[in-house]
């Protein structure tokens, strides 16, 4: 049990018969009325954002949820394979627990989100950044660099991002998973 005093982004909730993760959370003391915490709840297993308000004081349930690192093996109709890089067990996840699977690539080190006390996996985190070669994107045109300009490539994992014109073919990109934007050329 905690209460809402012991809030902070990331604590994760037994709430609605799901596991929630505190995604933004706010402190407001009205000058008229009693206390409050605005909150902003993400489902860990469908995903869905809920905004909830809980009274200043109000003893919630708490999940326990471990982060355990694994690593990307294969992908096949059964789901993402992963290894544990301890035990060496491998677990299938399905697509819809991992937020940008386009991004993965065979060999990459992840962190998987598994309830402690079902050892059910909940979803997988990417780190915040992957390095990924193009392989296929048009050719710049020369010149044609003063504006801000995107133009499609496709990766080596065949996602498609949006890079600006001086990116080639074989160029090592740096992809930011969060929102799958291109961040940089890696030298």
């Known amino acids: 049990m905690a209460s809402t005093a012991d809030f902070k982004n990331g604590l994760c909730l037994e709430f609605n018969n799901d596991i929630m993760s505190i995604v933004e959370f706010q402190h407001v003391k009205p000058g008229k009325g009693p206390a409050f915490v605005r ?5 860990l297993t469908s995903g869905k954002v809920l905004d909830k308000t809980f009274s200043a004081g109000e003893k919630v349930v708490t999940a326990r949820v471990e982060k355990r690192p694994h690593q990307f093996i294969y992908s ?4 993402y394979h992963f290894m544990d890089t301890e035990t060496f067990e491998q677990i299938p996840i399905e697509e ?6 386009g991004l993965l690539k065979e060999g990459q080190q992840v962190d998987i989100l598994i309830h ?12 915040p950044f992957v390095e990924l070669m193009v392989t296929y994107t048009e050719p710049g045109i020369k010149g044609d660099t003063a504006t801000n300009t ?10 498609v991002v949006m890079v600006p014109l001086f990116v080639d073919q074989d160029t090592l990109i740096k992809v930011d998973t969060r929102d799958g ?7």
């Open 39 to 43: 909150t902003k709840l993400k489902s």
């Open 181 to 187: 934007s291109y961040s940089e050329r890696v030298k």
């Open 96 to 101: 819809k627990l991992i937020e940008r699977p």
């Open 76 to 79: 096949d109709d059964l789901g």
């Open 116 to 127: 402690a006390e079902t050892e059910r996996p909940l979803g997988v985190e990417l780190p």
């Open 150 to 159: 995107l133009k499609p490539a496709t990766l080596e994992t065949g996602a």
